[in-house]
C-alpha cells in the first residue's frame, strides 16, 4: 500500500512539473492563455459551443 502512495505522488509531482513547464513556455510564446489537461480543453471547447447542447433539459435554445 505505501509503494502505491509513493507512485501515485510522484505522479502528481510529474504532472504539476508539466504544468509548471507548459504554462511558462505560454507566457515566452506570449500565448493568451495555456490549456495545460484534458478537462481544461475539453471546458474551452464547450464554451464555445451552444448552451442548449449543454442543458439539454432545459429544452431552450440559443438566441444569437
Not at 13 to 41: M, N, P, W, Y
Amino acid at each position: 500500500m505505501g509503494g502505491e502512495r509513493h507512485d501515485r505522488h510522484r505522479g502528481c509531482r510529474r504532472a504539476r512539473h508539466a504544468v509548471a513547464r507548459q504554462g511558462l513556455d505560454g507566457i515566452e510564446a506570449g500565448a493568451f492563455e495555456v490549456l495545460a489537461d484534458e478537462t481544461s480543453c475539453r471546458v474551452k471547447a464547450g464554451l464555445s459551443g451552444d448552451p442548449a447542447a449543454c442543458y439539454p433539459e432545459l429544452g431552450g435554445t440559443a438566441l444569437w
